[in-house]
């Protein structure tokens, strides 16, 4: 009996305190591993913006390379001169032209020299020129700096034909550019990586690793394997060091690489390993101390019954005498005399068990865990075990003969508890009796204390009596609070996010929708709980996002940009969707989150403007035409239509500063940009580059008549007098005009020919032009 009662304890708390831990753990590895998947998902777009960025600025690049840049170290050093933001945005800058020659920057020295890149590298190179199009190496070891590296490549066309090869070098281990990877370190013992698709570490903690692959090393990672063939998302799984870990995964959209992150279990989960193992030891000690309770009270309630069975196998075996009837008497008398003290003996023996039942239980009761409590259909308390006493503080003596609505019913439950309790007195069974509520019973001290009720009843010689078990449940209230807490701070997070968060079952169903979604678009998002996709962003909007929200179902996050209107106005919208896995690897919903990027564009819209516009005359600015200037030339050069340039100034404009003040003078450079716009062609580009010195490109002009013509246009309009404060002011300009010579003059080299143009027309009286040679 006793080892029943231990297996039973055990086998009662060891389960229920291994499903409560398993349940738990189950939850803390799936917000653990989403986390963890979420920050290396930003990681892995901060990684594709930096390397987008490098590809977009190198095209541009290439767009203004002409393939004297590429004849010699120097024609290379004057490009990288022109282009000092490009310089600084890659580790090296190199030029591959026909002839073979690989010309390179040599790191941040600035210097240019000729490489030999060796068989495989030229083979390589020779192979990228062949096609024509844009490529990336494989990661190298850098010869500047000693660390990895890669290189973009870009082909410089002429005529659909490449030239030479515009190539910028990255070290991957700036922290310009893997900063965000190694910033999502998870943990004290976690790591974040990174590798190609065919498994080349590029970023890793251990730096002995770096441009190695990943098989080298003895062991077998399933989960870098199970990358290696495409996934992404989150795993647990043994490494090769044979320690559990979550594994995160995420491969870039701007190249074949993947980011990965290792967390230890033994770390991530140690609070619940510890809880484990506590839950366990505490499991067994119970059930020990259940078994020591049990054995002894089966050595105490059957010594009675030991001590009978003793004397009927004394008095059956003639050991002991049983009455005085039953000595020496062998007739009738003495045999009914015998048979009547047998039937005596018999009766007392039952009267003796009965008490022994009743002890038993009786023991039973005042050991049980939970608070146990009779009484009559009075009210009156007639049991009151130890539990009670520790559950409301009153102690047995105090309790038995009392009503039990003044010990334990709160005030305000005591109408309908003396309602109740005179309907059970009639007979009455009533909706609680054998069932389980949770109810509040009061506790000595005032305060209350929640439990749950199991009532019963019984009839005995012609009275009813309740009979109540009333479990403690303040903890498991305590922790059911925790949770409802925990799970409206989500809800109101989630409410609070400008952004759209839903989520949908297999079916395409509403299954949870924020509150934005009221804000935004009016929609009660209880009422579209159950309700198809379709049905909340109507069919034009479910036809954009069909293609994608496939994809997720396929298991693949997918981000699509759209527009919708909101508060009577377009918005621009970026809608990714999340596929959550369930523990087969199938889809069984997806997480859609809406965020408004239109500020952003906005924002990017007037930098991009603010950067490349003279803020003053609202005409391009320095920048902005030699970036024109450059892709004119490559254009004249394509198309073998010439261009002209007129470097023009205000005669005797500081004087007007002088004389009248700056607000004058800003007021003459505004009207005399105006009039220069108003005088030139809508193909020609009119920019401001220094106080009164404008610059003007005339592109696809045939011969230099043509551009005098043009040039004389300019000074007669100038010649009109300005309107300014309210006098006229008469303004004259001087213009320096110079045609490109073909491809053997730069940008600079034609700006400086218009310069000097410029001067020789001061020097011939202003008021006019001069042409250079």
């Not at 008398?333 to 039937?343: N, W």
Request: hydrophobic share 45%.
């Amino acid at each position: 009996m006793t080892a029943v009662v231990v297996m039973l304890v055990l086998a009662a708390t060891m389960t229920v305190a291994w499903v409560a831990l398993v349940l738990a753990e189950r939850d803390m590895k799936s917000v653990i591993g989403d986390q963890q998947y979420a920050l290396l998902s930003s990681a892995a777009a901060q990684v594709d913006a930096q390397f987008t960025a490098r590809r977009v600025l190198l095209a541009s690049l290439a767009d203004t390379v002409s393939e004297g840049d590429g004849a010699s170290p120097a024609a290379m050093q004057a490009f990288v001169a022109r282009h000092p933001v490009a310089r600084g945005r890659f580790l090296n800058l190199h030029i591959y032209n026909r002839q073979g020659a690989l010309l390179n920057t040599d790191g941040a020295g600035g210097g240019v020299t000729v490489l030999d890149p060796g068989q495989s590298a030229r083979t390589w190179f020779e192979r990228a020129l062949a096609a024509g199009k844009p490529a990336v190496s494989p990661p190298f070891k850098s010869i500047l700096t000693g660390r990895p590296a890669i290189m973009i490549v870009h082909p410089v066309l002429d005529g659909g034909r490449a030239l030479m090869l515009l190539c910028g070098s990255i070290d991957l281990s700036s922290p310009s550019f893997t900063e965000q990877v190694a910033a999502q370190k998870p943990g004290k013992t976690g790591y974040t990586y990174m590798m190609t698709a065919k498994g080349v570490v590029l970023h890793h903690p251990n730096t002995t690793l770096l441009l190695k692959r990943v098989d080298e090393r003895p062991g077998h990672s399933k989960a870098t394997a199970l990358a290696l063939t495409g996934f992404e998302g989150w795993t647990e799984t043994t490494g090769r060091d044979g320690v559990q870990a979550i594994y995160s995964f995420k491969r870039l959209r701007a190249t074949d690489w993947i980011i990965g992150a290792r967390f230890p279990v033994e770390e991530a989960f140690a609070p619940m390993i510890a809880m484990r193992h506590k839950a366990m030891l505490g499991a067994a000690a119970f059930a020990a101390l259940a078994g020591l309770m049990a054995w002894v009270a089966v050595q105490w309630m059957l010594r009675p019954l030991w001590r009978l069975r003793g004397h009927i196998d004394d008095i059956r075996g003639g050991r002991a005498d049983i009455g005085v009837l039953q000595r020496g008497r062998a007739d009738e008398i003495g045999a009914l005399s015998i048979a009547f003290h047998e039937l005596m003996a018999e009766r007392e023996a039952a009267q003796t068990a009965i008490r022994d039942s009743e002890a038993l239980i009786s023991s039973i009761l005042e050991r049980a865990p939970d608070a146990f409590v009779s009484c009559e259909a009075t009210g009156i308390i007639t049991k009151w075990n130890a539990a009670a006493e520790r559950s409301f503080g009153w102690t047995r003596e105090e309790a038995i003969g009392r009503d039990i609505a003044e010990l334990i019913v709160p005030p305000a439950l005591r109408g309908q508890h003396g309602a109740g309790m005179r309907a059970f007195a009639d007979g009455h069974a009533g909706r609680l009796i054998n069932s389980r509520v949770r109810v509040a019973a009061l506790h000595k001290d005032g305060g209350e204390v929640p439990v749950e009720l199991s009532l019963g009843a019984l009839r005995h010689e012609g009275a009813y009596y309740a009979t109540a078990f009333l479990h403690d449940v303040t903890e498991r209230v305590a922790y059911e609070r925790q949770i409802a807490a925990s799970e409206k701070r989500l809800r109101t997070l989630a409410d609070n996010l400008p952004v759209l968060i839903s989520y949908l079952d297999h079916a395409r169903t509403f299954q949870f929708l924020n509150a934005t979604f009221l804000h935004w678009f009016g929609m009660d998002p209880v009422k579209m709980i159950g309700r198809h996709l379709v049905e909340g962003i109507g069919n034009t909007q479910y036809a954009l996002a069909q293609p994608h929200l496939d994809r997720a179902y396929q298991g693949h996050n997918a981000t699509y940009e759209h527009t919708a209107r909101i508060d009577g106005g377009v918005h621009a919208l970026e809608t990714t969707f999340v596929p959550e896995l369930g523990a087969d690897g199938a889809v069984i919903g997806i997480y859609s989150l809406t965020h408004d990027t239109t500020r952003m564009k906005d924002i990017e819209q007037r930098l991009t403007q603010l950067a490349r516009i003279d803020t003053l005359t609202g005409i391009a600015n320095r920048r902005m035409f030699e970036e024109i200037l450059q892709l004119a030339i490559v254009r004249a050069k394509r198309n073998r239509k010439p261009l002209a340039l007129a470097y023009l100034d205000i005669d005797h404009f500081k004087a007007i500063n002088d004389s009248r003040g700056h607000g004058a003078g800003d007021a003459v450079l505004k009207e005399f940009a105006a009039r220069l716009t108003a005088n030139v062609r809508a193909s020609d580009t009119v920019a401001r580059v220094a106080g009164d010195e404008f610059i003007i490109i005339f592109e696809q002009v045939a011969h230099v008549e043509e551009a005098a013509r043009m040039a004389l246009k300019i000074v007669e309009a100038v010649r009109r007098p300005f309107a300014v404060a309210g006098t006229d002011i008469a303004v004259t300009t001087s213009i320096g005009l110079a045609l490109h010579n073909g491809e053997g003059e730069s940008a600079a080299a034609l700006v400086a020919r218009a310069d000097s143009a410029l001067y020789a027309a001061k020097h011939g009286g202003r008021d006019g032009y001069a042409i250079a040679d």
